[in-house]
C-alpha cells in the first residue's frame, strides 16, 4: 500500500508538522517491524504492521495541539477516530470509483478490507486502548465506546507507539520509563503493558 501518498494528501507541505509525523511513525513503525520479525509465532500480517504504523496518527493535523504543531479545533485525544474516519472515508471513496469504473472493481473488496483494518488501527491506539467505562468516568471528550486494541497488528502498534512522545522526538522511552509514563492512566492499563511486554521483547 502507497500510504507515504496517502500523507502527502492529507500533509501537503513539507512543514514541520509533516516532517514530525513522518519522524515519529517511522519510529513506531521500525520497533513494530522489529517485534513481528522477530515473533514469527505472533502471526501478525507484516504489510498491514507497516502501514498501520505509518497511518497511525494520520488524523493529528485537525486536533488542537500546537506544541507539536496542530492547529485544528478537535481535543488531541479525538486524533485516532479522525484518523479512523479519513481512512473510512478512503474506502469509501474506492468503493464508489469501483461502481463506476470496472477496472477498479478487481481487488477493491480486499482493499476496503485493509483499509478498514487501518482504520481500527487508528481509532484504537490511545493509551493502551479506551474501555467504555473510562472514557465515561473521565469525561473524555469522545463517544463512549470500547476502542481497545484486540487484533496482533492493534496490540504490536499500539505497545510499540508507547516508547516514543511527539513532542520530544529525540527521545526513545526504556521499558521502565514507559511503564511510568502510563501508571498515571492506572493500574489496568501498566498490567496490559506489562503482559504485551513479555510478549513482544
Ligand atoms: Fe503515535
Redesign the pocket.
Known amino acids: 500500500m502507497d500510504y507515504l501518498s496517502l500523507i502527502y494528501r492529507y500533509y501537503p507541505e513539507d512543514n514541520a508538522l509533516r516532517r514530525m509525523l513522518l519522524h515519529?511513525s517511522q519510529q513506531?513503525c521500525t520497533r513494530a517491524l522489529q517485534i513481528v520479525d522477530r515473533h514469527p509465532e505472533l502471526g501478525a500480517n507484516r504489510i498491514l504492521v507497516e502501514a498501520g504504523a505509518m497511518l497511525?496518527?494520520i488524523g493529528i493535523f485537525r486536533t488542537d495541539a500546537p506544541g507539536i504543531h496542530c492547529h485544528g479545533t478537535e481535543h488531541y485525544l479525538l486524533h485516532g477516530i479522525i484518523g479512523a474516519s479519513i481512512l473510512r472515508h478512503e474506502a469509501e471513496v474506492l468503493r464508489q470509483k469501483a461502481t463506476t469504473d470496472v477496472s477498479a472493481t478487481i481487488h477493491s473488496d480486499e482493499t476496503c478490507t485493509f483499509y478498514e483494518a487501518l482504520a481500527r488501527i487508528c481509532e484504537r491506539?490511545t493509551g493502551t486502548g479506551l474501555t467504555r467505562q473510562v472514557i465515561a468516568q473521565r469525561g473524555l471528550p469522545m463517544p463512549a465506546q470500547d476502542l481497545l486494541p484486540e487484533t496482533i497488528e492493534e496490540q504490536i502498534i499500539c505497545y510499540a507507539?508507547k516508547f516514543y512522545s511527539?513532542s520530544h522526538l529525540e527521545r526513545e522511552r526504556s521499558l521502565s520509563q514507559t511503564i511510568e509514563s502510563l501508571e498515571k492512566f492506572g493500574d489496568a492499563g501498566v498490567e496490559k503493558f506489562r503482559h504485551w511486554a513479555e510478549l513482544f521483547e
Open positions: 515519529h513506531v497511525h496518527d491506539h507507539d511527539k
